[in-house]
């Protein structure tokens, strides 16, 4: 009935195992987070795609990947599949190096764009709900926060795609991970308080 052990990020952090974050919160124009859920729990998948396709939103959403992350390698979540389609679209139309992983994406698709993002050649993966969680790309120096959510094991998840140590093929070691919040995820914080449920 008790939690007897654990390890949180605090502890990865400070004995080396993980890397500390730093973040950058950007407002963007007519995004109202708040106002996309009123009621209890998550916002749904719908709500936050439709706030992050706007026009204006989309177009701040690419130009803070392309400012804030400049030449790091980066994982930006974004809100729904085609929110990632036009955002990898708008992205490479602007001469960044961008590709796209969704659900549907085939293994073997998925196989090229890895190996492409860990050697380098492409700068930018973009995507919804699939590298949260499993996903090793200890190359990742930065995350863009672009599908609002009131989760915080979510947030966990996707900033943790940049905590990983890494040593570059130019013997450059990486330091820190930044994050780009886009949709005030920051404020869930990284620290998840372990809760058991009794026993039913």
Same mark, same amino acid.
């Given at each position: 009935?008790?939690?007897?052990?654990?390890?949180?990020?605090?502890?990865?952090?400070?004995?080396?195992?993980?890397?500390? *974050?730093?973040?950058?919160?950007?407002?963007?124009?007519?995004?109202?987070?708040?106002?996309?859920?009123?009621?209890? @729990?998550?916002?749904?998948?719908?709500?936050?795609?439709?706030?992050?396709?706007?026009?204006?939103?989309?177009?701040?959403?690419?130009? &803070?990947?392309?400012?804030?992350?400049?030449?790091?390698?980066?994982?930006?979540? @974004?809100?729904?599949?085609?929110?990632?389609?036009?955002?990898?679209?708008?992205?490479?139309?602007?001469?960044?190096?961008?590709?796209?992983?969704?659900? *549907?994406?085939?293994?073997?698709?998925?196989?090229?764009?890895?190996?492409?993002?860990?050697?380098?050649?492409?700068?930018?993966?973009?995507?919804?709900?699939?590298?949260?969680?499993?996903?090793?790309?200890?190359?990742?120096?930065?995350?863009?926060? &672009?599908?609002?959510? #009131?989760?915080?094991?979510?947030?966990?998840?996707?900033?943790?795609?940049?905590?990983? *140590?890494?040593?570059?093929?130019?013997?450059?070691?990486?330091? #820190?991970?930044?994050?780009?919040?886009?949709?005030?995820?920051?404020?869930?914080?990284?620290?998840?308080?372990? #809760?058991?449920?009794?026993?039913?």
């Amino acid at each position: 009935s008790d939690v007897v052990f654990e390890r949180d990020i605090t502890w990865a952090i400070e004995n080396g195992f993980l890397l500390p *974050p730093y973040g950058v919160t950007v407002d963007l124009p007519d995004l109202d987070v708040e106002s996309l859920h009123t009621g209890a @729990g998550e916002i749904t998948d719908d709500e936050a795609a439709e706030a992050m396709l706007r026009t204006t939103t989309l177009n701040a959403t690419v130009e &803070a990947v392309l400012e804030r992350t400049a030449s790091l390698s980066t994982i930006a979540f @974004g809100a729904s599949m085609e929110h990632c389609r036009q955002l990898t679209e708008s992205l490479v139309g602007l001469g960044a190096t961008a590709e796209m992983v969704v659900g *549907p994406t085939t293994v073997r698709d998925r196989t090229g764009i890895y190996h492409r993002f860990r050697n380098g050649t492409t700068r930018v993966l973009v995507t919804v709900d699939v590298l949260t969680e499993g996903a090793d790309f200890p190359r990742c120096e930065a995350v863009v926060l &672009a599908r609002p959510t #009131r989760s915080q094991s979510r947030l966990v998840q996707c900033v943790g795609r940049a905590l990983r *140590p890494h040593t570059f093929e130019d013997g450059r070691v990486k330091e #820190r991970a930044l994050v780009v919040d886009l949709v005030g995820a920051g404020s869930l914080g990284l620290i998840v308080q372990t #809760r058991l449920e009794p026993d039913r």
